[in-house]
C-alpha cells in the first residue's frame, strides 16, 4: 500500500529528475544552442530564344546546394547536396566584384547587346535576411560582363550541379 508520503516522495523524485535533464555535466542550465543562420548565393538561368537550361540554384555559407530544373535540363525538378563551405567561400570570391552595394539590386551595364540571350539574376542573402540582386543578361556584353558570364557558366560545374544542368531537348517542350 502506498501512505500519502511515499507518493510525494515519488512526485518529488520524480520532479528533480525531470529538472536535472535541463542541466548540464556542471549542473549549470543547457541552452539550446540556435542554429547560425547560413548566408545564400542563388542564381536564376533563364530562357533563350532556343532550348537552354532553364533552372534555379542556389548554395548556402554552410555547403548546402539546391537546384531545380524547369526547362530544358536533364533533370527537372528539385535536387539537393551537400558540399563544404571551402565551395561556398570559392563561389562568393569568384562573384564578389560582381557584387551591388548591400540590400540594393542593380543591373549590369552594356556596350554591347547581343538578343535572344538568357537572363540570369544572381541574389546575395545574408544571415540578418539582407538581400543583394544583380540582374544581368548574358548577351549584354563588355570586358567586364564577358568574365562573369565565364563565371556562370562555370558555376553549374562549380556547385556539382552539371548533370542536371545539362541541356536536354524533350519531345512536345517548346522553346525559350
Keep these: 500500500m502506498i501512505n500519502r508520503h511515499s507518493s510525494a516522495a ?85 562573384l564578389a566584384s560582381y557584387r551591388p552595394a548591400a540590400g540594393t539590386t542593380a543591373e549590369t551595364a552594356c556596350t554591347t547587346r547581343i538578343s535572344d540571350q538568357q537572363h540570369y539574376r544572381i541574389v546575395w542573402t545574408t544571415s540578418d535576411g539582407t538581400v543583394t540582386t544583380l540582374e544581368h543578361d548574358r548577351g549584354c556584353r563588355s570586358e567586364r560582363n564577358d568574365a562573369l558570364n565565364a563565371v556562370l557558366q562555370g558555376a553549374a560545374e562549380h556547385l556539382k550541379i552539371d548533370e542536371f544542368a545539362r541541356q536536354l531537348t524533350r519531345p512536345g517542350f517548346s522553346r525559350g
Excluded: M, W
Design 10 to 94: 515519488v512526485i518529488a523524485a520524480a520532479s528533480l529528475l525531470s529538472l536535472s535533464a535541463c542541466a548540464g555535466r556542471d549542473g549549470a542550465p543547457r541552452t539550446e544552442v540556435a542554429p547560425v543562420a547560413a548566408e545564400t548565393i542563388s542564381y536564376e538561368v533563364g530562357p533563350c530564344f532556343g532550348f537552354c537550361p532553364v533552372y534555379n540554384a542556389a548554395i548556402t555559407s554552410h555547403g548546402q546546394v539546391t537546384f531545380d530544373g524547369l526547362r530544358h535540363t536533364a533533370t527537372l525538378g528539385r535536387k539537393s547536396l551537400t558540399l563544404d563551405a571551402a565551395a561556398y567561400r570559392a563561389f562568393a570570391t569568384q
